[in-house]
Antibody, heavy 119, light 107 residues
Framework: QVQLVQSGAEVKKPGASVKVSCKAS????????INWVRQATGQGLEWMGW????????GYAQKFQGRVTMTRNISISTAYMELSSLRSEDTAVYYC????????????WGQGSLVTVSS | DIQMTQSPSTLSASVGDRVTITCRAS??????LAWYQQKPGTAPKLLIY???FLESGVPSRFSGSGSGTEFTLTISSLQPDDFATYYC?????????FGQGTKLEIK
Protein backbone atom coordinates (compact mmCIF):
# COMPACT_ATOMS: atom_id res chain seq x y z
CA GLN A 1 0.00 0.00 0.00
CA VAL A 2 1.06 3.61 -0.51
CA GLN A 3 2.92 4.76 2.57
CA LEU A 4 5.04 7.69 3.73
CA VAL A 5 7.24 7.03 6.75
CA GLN A 6 8.94 9.96 8.44
CA SER A 7 11.98 10.27 10.64
CA GLY A 8 11.76 10.51 14.40
CA ALA A 9 11.44 13.36 16.84
CA GLU A 10 14.19 15.96 17.10
CA VAL A 11 15.19 18.50 19.74
CA LYS A 12 17.14 21.50 18.48
CA LYS A 13 18.52 24.70 19.95
CA PRO A 14 17.47 28.09 18.62
CA GLY A 15 19.47 29.03 15.55
CA ALA A 16 20.15 25.43 14.55
CA SER A 17 18.80 23.53 11.55
CA VAL A 18 16.71 20.39 11.33
CA LYS A 19 16.31 17.92 8.46
CA VAL A 20 13.23 15.71 8.38
CA SER A 21 12.98 12.74 6.04
CA CYS A 22 9.97 11.14 4.37
CA LYS A 23 10.43 7.68 2.83
CA ALA A 24 7.90 6.66 0.20
CA SER A 25 6.83 3.13 -0.62
CA UNK A 26 4.09 1.39 -2.58
CA UNK A 27 4.26 3.66 -5.63
CA UNK A 28 6.70 5.20 -8.10
CA UNK A 29 8.40 7.96 -6.09
CA UNK A 30 9.04 10.19 -9.10
CA UNK A 31 5.42 10.16 -10.28
CA UNK A 32 3.97 12.28 -7.46
CA UNK A 33 4.88 15.49 -5.67
CA ILE A 34 5.68 15.69 -1.98
CA ASN A 35 4.24 18.52 0.09
CA TRP A 36 5.21 19.56 3.61
CA VAL A 37 2.69 20.80 6.19
CA ARG A 38 3.32 21.70 9.81
CA GLN A 39 1.13 21.96 12.89
CA ALA A 40 2.09 23.68 16.12
CA THR A 41 0.64 22.16 19.28
CA GLY A 42 -3.07 22.87 19.48
CA GLN A 43 -3.00 24.86 16.25
CA GLY A 44 -4.13 24.39 12.67
CA LEU A 45 -2.39 23.11 9.56
CA GLU A 46 0.14 25.30 7.74
CA TRP A 47 1.33 24.44 4.23
CA MET A 48 5.08 24.97 3.75
CA GLY A 49 5.84 23.96 0.19
CA TRP A 50 6.10 21.24 -2.45
CA UNK A 51 8.73 19.36 -4.41
CA UNK A 52 8.57 17.32 -7.60
CA UNK A 53 10.92 14.36 -7.08
CA UNK A 54 11.34 13.76 -10.81
CA UNK A 55 12.51 17.24 -11.78
CA UNK A 56 13.56 18.58 -8.41
CA UNK A 57 11.31 21.60 -8.97
CA UNK A 58 10.19 23.23 -5.77
CA GLY A 59 7.80 25.89 -4.49
CA TYR A 60 7.85 27.36 -1.02
CA ALA A 61 5.32 29.36 0.95
CA GLN A 62 6.53 32.93 1.19
CA LYS A 63 6.69 32.71 4.97
CA PHE A 64 9.45 30.08 4.74
CA GLN A 65 11.40 31.44 1.77
CA GLY A 66 15.09 31.62 2.61
CA ARG A 67 14.80 29.20 5.56
CA VAL A 68 13.41 26.02 4.04
CA THR A 69 15.03 23.63 1.57
CA MET A 70 13.25 20.62 0.07
CA THR A 71 15.35 17.91 -1.58
CA ARG A 72 15.17 14.25 -2.47
CA ASN A 73 17.22 11.10 -2.98
CA ILE A 74 15.56 9.16 -5.78
CA SER A 75 17.66 6.04 -5.22
CA ILE A 76 16.06 5.52 -1.81
CA SER A 77 12.65 7.12 -2.56
CA THR A 78 13.10 9.67 0.17
CA ALA A 79 12.21 13.34 0.39
CA TYR A 80 13.75 15.78 2.85
CA MET A 81 12.71 19.08 4.38
CA GLU A 82 15.39 21.17 6.05
CA LEU A 83 14.46 24.23 8.10
CA SER A 84 17.21 26.55 9.28
CA SER A 85 17.58 29.39 11.79
CA LEU A 86 15.14 27.62 14.08
CA ARG A 87 13.22 29.58 16.69
CA SER A 88 10.80 28.51 19.39
CA GLU A 89 7.83 29.24 17.11
CA ASP A 90 9.03 26.45 14.80
CA THR A 91 8.19 23.86 17.44
CA ALA A 92 5.61 21.74 15.66
CA VAL A 93 4.77 18.42 14.08
CA TYR A 94 5.95 18.36 10.48
CA TYR A 95 4.08 16.19 7.98
CA CYS A 96 4.86 15.13 4.44
CA UNK A 97 1.97 14.36 2.10
CA UNK A 98 1.70 13.20 -1.49
CA UNK A 99 -0.18 14.69 -4.40
CA UNK A 100 -0.18 14.16 -8.11
CA UNK A 101 -0.84 15.97 -11.35
CA UNK A 102 -4.40 14.60 -11.52
CA UNK A 103 -4.84 14.12 -7.78
CA UNK A 104 -4.00 17.52 -6.34
CA UNK A 105 -5.40 16.83 -2.89
CA UNK A 106 -3.02 15.58 -0.17
CA UNK A 107 -3.14 11.85 0.36
CA UNK A 108 -1.65 9.95 2.01
CA TRP A 109 0.19 11.73 4.82
CA GLY A 110 3.22 10.65 6.76
CA GLN A 111 2.82 9.98 10.47
CA GLY A 112 4.45 13.29 11.41
CA SER A 113 7.78 14.27 12.95
CA LEU A 114 7.87 16.37 16.12
CA VAL A 115 10.52 19.08 16.10
CA THR A 116 11.07 20.84 19.41
CA VAL A 117 13.14 24.03 19.51
CA SER A 118 14.33 24.80 23.00
CA SER A 119 17.40 26.23 24.64
CA ASP B 1 -2.95 33.93 -1.40
CA ILE B 2 -6.42 32.40 -1.13
CA GLN B 3 -7.81 32.56 2.40
CA MET B 4 -10.05 29.79 3.70
CA THR B 5 -12.51 30.53 6.50
CA GLN B 6 -14.29 27.75 8.35
CA SER B 7 -17.26 28.01 10.65
CA PRO B 8 -17.97 27.25 13.35
CA SER B 9 -14.65 26.86 15.15
CA THR B 10 -16.25 24.51 17.65
CA LEU B 11 -19.41 22.46 17.30
CA SER B 12 -21.10 20.55 20.10
CA ALA B 13 -23.39 17.75 18.99
CA SER B 14 -24.79 14.40 20.02
CA VAL B 15 -24.58 10.95 18.50
CA GLY B 16 -27.20 10.71 15.77
CA ASP B 17 -27.24 14.45 15.02
CA ARG B 18 -26.86 15.87 11.54
CA VAL B 19 -24.10 18.48 11.42
CA THR B 20 -22.82 20.86 8.80
CA ILE B 21 -19.48 22.67 8.63
CA THR B 22 -18.99 25.60 6.27
CA CYS B 23 -15.85 26.67 4.44
CA ARG B 24 -15.53 29.90 2.46
CA ALA B 25 -12.76 30.81 0.03
CA SER B 26 -11.62 34.40 -0.48
CA UNK B 27 -11.89 33.89 -4.25
CA UNK B 28 -13.39 31.30 -6.55
CA UNK B 29 -11.67 27.92 -6.42
CA UNK B 30 -14.18 26.05 -8.62
CA UNK B 31 -14.42 22.65 -6.88
CA UNK B 32 -10.75 22.37 -5.98
CA LEU B 33 -11.45 21.67 -2.32
CA ALA B 34 -10.67 18.82 0.06
CA TRP B 35 -11.88 17.98 3.56
CA TYR B 36 -9.75 16.18 6.16
CA GLN B 37 -10.48 14.64 9.54
CA GLN B 38 -7.84 14.74 12.25
CA LYS B 39 -7.85 12.96 15.59
CA PRO B 40 -5.43 13.86 18.40
CA GLY B 41 -1.90 12.62 17.83
CA THR B 42 -2.55 11.43 14.28
CA ALA B 43 -2.08 12.78 10.77
CA PRO B 44 -5.01 14.28 8.87
CA LYS B 45 -7.06 11.80 6.88
CA LEU B 46 -8.64 12.63 3.53
CA LEU B 47 -12.45 12.47 3.55
CA ILE B 48 -13.62 14.39 0.48
CA TYR B 49 -11.87 15.67 -2.64
CA UNK B 50 -13.03 17.82 -5.51
CA UNK B 51 -15.62 19.28 -3.13
CA UNK B 52 -18.03 16.33 -3.26
CA PHE B 53 -16.15 13.12 -4.08
CA LEU B 54 -16.01 10.66 -1.20
CA GLU B 55 -12.60 9.06 -0.66
CA SER B 56 -12.64 5.28 -0.83
CA GLY B 57 -13.39 3.69 2.51
CA VAL B 58 -14.99 6.80 4.01
CA PRO B 59 -18.51 6.15 5.38
CA SER B 60 -21.38 7.42 3.26
CA ARG B 61 -22.71 9.52 6.14
CA PHE B 62 -20.06 12.06 5.10
CA SER B 63 -20.88 14.28 2.14
CA GLY B 64 -19.53 17.47 0.63
CA SER B 65 -21.03 20.11 -1.59
CA GLY B 66 -20.38 23.53 -3.04
CA SER B 67 -18.43 25.31 -5.71
CA GLY B 68 -16.87 28.70 -6.26
CA THR B 69 -16.42 30.18 -2.80
CA GLU B 70 -18.90 28.35 -0.55
CA PHE B 71 -18.56 24.74 0.56
CA THR B 72 -20.08 22.48 3.17
CA LEU B 73 -19.20 19.21 4.85
CA THR B 74 -22.21 17.33 6.24
CA ILE B 75 -22.29 14.33 8.53
CA SER B 76 -25.78 12.88 8.29
CA SER B 77 -25.86 10.93 11.57
CA LEU B 78 -22.96 11.43 13.95
CA GLN B 79 -21.20 8.36 15.24
CA PRO B 80 -18.85 8.22 18.25
CA ASP B 81 -15.87 7.85 15.91
CA ASP B 82 -16.66 11.16 14.19
CA PHE B 83 -15.71 13.42 17.10
CA ALA B 84 -12.54 15.01 15.76
CA THR B 85 -11.27 18.19 14.11
CA TYR B 86 -12.13 18.87 10.48
CA TYR B 87 -10.18 21.01 8.02
CA CYS B 88 -10.96 22.27 4.55
CA UNK B 89 -8.12 22.95 2.13
CA UNK B 90 -8.05 24.45 -1.35
CA UNK B 91 -5.79 23.12 -4.07
CA UNK B 92 -6.75 25.60 -6.78
CA UNK B 93 -3.15 26.76 -7.02
CA UNK B 94 -0.05 27.06 -4.87
CA UNK B 95 0.24 28.15 -2.12
CA UNK B 96 -2.30 25.74 -0.67
CA UNK B 97 -4.11 26.99 2.41
CA PHE B 98 -6.26 25.36 5.07
CA GLY B 99 -9.23 26.55 7.03
CA GLN B 100 -8.56 27.08 10.72
CA GLY B 101 -10.38 23.89 11.65
CA THR B 102 -13.68 22.91 13.27
CA LYS B 103 -13.53 20.88 16.47
CA LEU B 104 -16.53 18.58 16.75
CA GLU B 105 -17.23 17.85 20.40
CA ILE B 106 -19.65 15.58 22.19
CA LYS B 107 -22.55 17.50 23.75
Amino acid sequence: QVQLVQSGAEVKKPGASVKVSCKASGYTFTSYDINWVRQATGQGLEWMGWMNPYSGNIGYAQKFQGRVTMTRNISISTAYMELSSLRSEDTAVYYCARNGQNTRWLDPWGQGSLVTVSS
Amino acid sequence: DIQMTQSPSTLSASVGDRVTITCRASQSISTWLAWYQQKPGTAPKLLIYKASFLESGVPSRFSGSGSGTEFTLTISSLQPDDFATYYCQHYNSYPYTFGQGTKLEIK
